[in-house]
């Protein structure tokens, strides 16, 4: 335990308090390195954890049309070019503990390389722009994945509706979709699965944010023909399958 506050919290004797524990301390933990024994041991129970849930490749989910598909589950078993994680501005994860948020999901079994590989580019652009910076909305940020099955992670901040929703809100919402896609074509990441941008706590109604995702990809790739061999909808909630199975016929 490199954390002085948290060096004698009594660890659970079942495996699932282990586990809980563990996650707990991943999602406060500030970044920084790690001894390589204490990280290979990390990384050793992650791959172990991910291949107990599952992974899901491209060939397990169908195409609806067009080299789009839906997808229900948890995007981190996601085997393909790039996953997309809905950030915030500090572009650090969620330090929650357990949180039920995609970001927490995503920080949690990447591992603490994720974290710390956000803080340093973070620092690069604070040295940049000044110590007061952080990241716009809709400027992805891209990422290894660590122990993820993706070989990528996209981090992008979406709009934050606080009372109506606007014309310009549903702009930003757009731009997050194609300036993930152009970062895709430009790095050669041919399969990207998009989370449900911005409808958690920032509060952007489900269906208006389907629709907008859907067309919003659907101009992209007329505009952009074999550029992506799949762009998939990933949604946890039956709702949300609902909104994306609406809008893609």
Request: proline share 5%; aromatic share 8%.
């Amino acid at each position: 335990m490199d954390s002085v506050r948290y060096r004698d919290v009594q660890t659970p004797p079942d495996t699932e308090g282990k586990r809980r524990l563990l996650r707990s301390l991943m999602n406060i933990r500030m970044p920084g390195d790690l001894p390589e024994a204490v990280l290979a041991t990390q990384d050793a129970y992650l791959r172990e954890r991910i291949w107990e849930k599952g992974i899901v490749t491209l060939s397990d989910i169908p195409v609806i049309r067009d080299n789009l598909s839906i997808w229900q589950g948890d995007i981190t078993r996601l085997e393909v070019s790039a996953i997309v994680n809905a950030a915030n501005s500090q572009m650090l994860g969620c330090f929650v503990p357990m949180h039920t948020c995609i970001d927490n999901a995503i920080h949690t079994f990447a591992g603490v390389q994720l974290r710390a590989e956000c803080a340093r580019q973070m620092n690069e652009l604070r040295a940049k722009y000044g110590q007061d910076y952080e990241q716009p909305t809709a400027l992805p940020m891209l990422t290894d994945a660590y122990n993820l099955p993706a070989k990528k992670v996209i981090h992008i901040v979406g709009p934050v509706v606080t009372s109506a929703l606007t014309p310009a809100l549903e702009e930003e919402l757009a731009a997050c979709y194609t300036n993930t896609l152009n970062l895709c074509a430009e790095k050669g990441l041919n399969s990207v699965a998009f989370c449900c941008i911005s409808t958690g706590v920032f509060h952007f109604p489900g269906r208006r944010a389907a629709e907008i995702a859907v067309a919003t990809v659907d101009e992209w790739m007329t505009k952009h023909p074999a550029v992506m061999e799949r762009v998939i909808f990933n949604v946890f909630k039956d709702e949300d399958k609902a909104y994306y199975e609406t809008f893609i016929q």
